[in-house]
């Protein structure tokens, strides 16, 4: 008797709201009728995402001045291709005026709308800083490449080159699984085609092919890592990752370390971590000299990007999974990296960059070192990556300028080619020197020097003595390479300088005559030179994120 009395009280309920909302559009109930449709819109999903079109500005503006480049391309003449140049300069440089309006850090967007709040896109301080750090390379390596595209297909280059430095803005905004994924492979798959964009230049292709074999098998293996972590968790968004993986069933907890293991495999191939930096040294001699100083610093940045944020805000409750791992990579990384640059032999064709590629292996050791502290510590450690690699950005792209500035002189680019650059060019003599010596973390690089020590505390402060050490001994055996190659700038030059056609293995002939550098190569060893000179001046305007926390 009760069951059908509840029966018939809950049709009669039921019966009764539904009466109410199909009448409420009438004048006899008004207020009945709203009230009644925000009950049953509360208890609706919403699917409509409001877009927050300033957030996503910098990228999005990227990636439309790479469409607009490659339609222009169809109808510019070949002799005015060098607008293209121009015009992506100017996005870039819009883009990252546009990072001013965001610095507050303090905007999402692509949102969920019901349960709880995760966004796909956010522009915190780490958001902005990163994007500054990418679309300041690439700006660099535009100046870099306006006098070389000449003889490279000039459309096809500024496409790839936009479009890979949009997919890397967008990646440090990325806070779900599927966007982190999709902006690492838009910043990638370009930079595959970049690296073998000379035309009949079979070492160009053979870079690009490694390259592209490698990183393939290395992105399988994250995605398989990725759809582990799904499998486990029933979600994408980073900050939900990390909810669920507090309360992951036993039965789920090997295939959750399974899952962040392999995903981390995949960061560090785009970091050049060992042993997953084979590609590098091939890679970087292999593409044009700019794409090589792009790889090296926004290609980084990319890797080191997402691998903080997958650790940090996805896994921390796995850190006694990725701390271990990641300090023993920076250890394997570092040492490798500044032992095959010691042995790097200065007859050698393109030693000096074979030598700059081993460098950028060890340095991204140093760069691993916060982020494994962070596992042991607070986020705040990573603070230290971020500011290691604003001072690395500058002084690393103004080395390889300069490398492209004495190219153009002796095309074999071998170390013994800059003994005596200070008598020919001593203002690009005195610019490497100095770009070396913030590497090397000698005065008067401050910035190098102060970067260094920080890295070096936050493994300290995490109890990471035995890291400190590892790191100590290697910046001591990376001092020969640095000072050695910083010497060689000021001492005296061996005979007449080297031709064209003997660094090509062709017959001699007649000596080059000393050129005017290009306007564009000039203004990009001068903007990094100043920028080095200002960070050793002030060196808390970079080391300030050091001690903040970015999210």
Not at 173 to 189: F, K
Not at 396 to 406: H, Q, R, S, Y
Not at 407 to 429: I, M
């Amino acid at each position: 008797m009760t069951a059908d009395l509840s029966t018939t009280a809950g049709s009669l309920v039921n019966t009764t709201a539904g009466s109410l909302i199909a009448q409420a559009p009438d004048a006899a109930a008004p207020g009945l009728g709203n009230a009644a449709g925000n009950l049953a819109a509360a208890d609706v999903p919403s699917l409509v995402q409001s877009i927050d079109w300033l957030a996503i500005a910098p990228p999005t503006l990227t990636a439309l001045a790479a469409l607009v480049v490659l339609v222009a391309d169809l109808f510019l003449p070949a002799h005015r291709k060098q607008l293209l140049g121009y015009g992506a300069l100017t996005a870039l440089a819009a883009a990252l005026a546009l990072l001013i309006p965001l610095r507050a850090g303090d905007r999402s967007t692509f949102c969920v709308t019901t349960g709880a709040q995760a966004c796909s896109y956010t522009a915190d301080h780490f958001t902005v800083v990163i994007q500054a750090l990418v679309l300041g390379g690439a700006f660099l390596t535009v100046l870099l490449s306006l006098d070389d595209t000449r003889k490279l297909p000039a459309g096809e280059f500024w496409f790839l080159l936009l479009a890979s430095a949009a997919g890397a803005a967008l990646l440090p905004a990325s806070r779900d699984l599927a966007t982190l994924v999709v902006a690492l492979e838009v910043a990638s798959l370009p930079a595959f085609a970049l690296v073998g964009i000379k035309r009949g230049d079979r070492r160009s292709s053979e870079a690009a092919l490694k390259f592209f074999l490698s990183s393939v098998v290395a992105t399988a293996v994250m995605l398989l890592g990725v759809s582990f972590v799904y499998a486990s968790t029933g979600t994408l968004h980073l900050t939900e990752i990390a909810a669920r993986l507090d309360d992951v069933p036993p039965v789920l907890d090997t295939l959750v370390k399974t899952g962040v293991a392999l995903t981390l495999v995949g960061f560090a191939f785009k970091t050049a971590a060992a042993p997953f930096h084979f590609w590098v040294p091939d890679t970087y001699v292999g593409a044009p000299l700019p794409i090589a100083a792009y790889l090296s610093v926004v290609g980084k940045a990319v890797g080191f990007s997402g691998l903080i944020l997958v650790t940090v805000i996805a896994f921390p409750s796995y850190a006694d999974v990725w701390g271990p791992a990641l300090a023993v990579l920076a250890a394997l990384t570092m040492t490798v990296g500044n032992v095959a640059a010691v042995r790097q032999r200065a007859d050698r064709a393109r030693s000096a960059v074979r030598l700059l590629a081993w460098s950028s292996v060890a340095q991204a050791g140093y760069l691993l070192v916060p982020i494994a502290a962070a596992a042991y510590s607070s986020d705040e450690q990573i603070g230290s990556t971020v500011a290691y690699a604003l001072m690395y950005a500058v002084v690393n792209l103004g080395a390889f300028a300069v490398a492209a500035l004495v190219a153009r002189t002796h095309p074999g680019n071998r170390l013994s080619d800059y003994r005596g650059l200070y008598a020919t060019r001593p203002l690009a003599a005195l610019a490497l020197g100095f770009f070396l010596l913030c590497l090397a973390g000698l005065p008067p690089g401050i910035i190098g020097l102060f970067a260094k020590v920080t890295v070096f505390s936050a493994a300290v402060d995490a109890g990471l003595g035995w890291l400190a050490v590892v790191m100590a001994v290697n910046v001591v055996i990376a001092l020969y390479y640095y000072l050695q190659w910083t010497a060689s700038l000021f001492r005296a030059p061996d005979g007449a300088p080297e031709t064209a056609e003997a660094a090509t293995g062709t017959p001699a002939s007649t000596p080059q005559r000393r050129f005017r550098a290009p306007a564009p190569l000039t203004t990009a060893i001068v903007l990094t030179a100043a920028a080095g000179i200002l960070l050793s001046g002030v060196p808390q305007a970079v080391l300030r994120f050091a001690s903040v926390s970015l999210f």
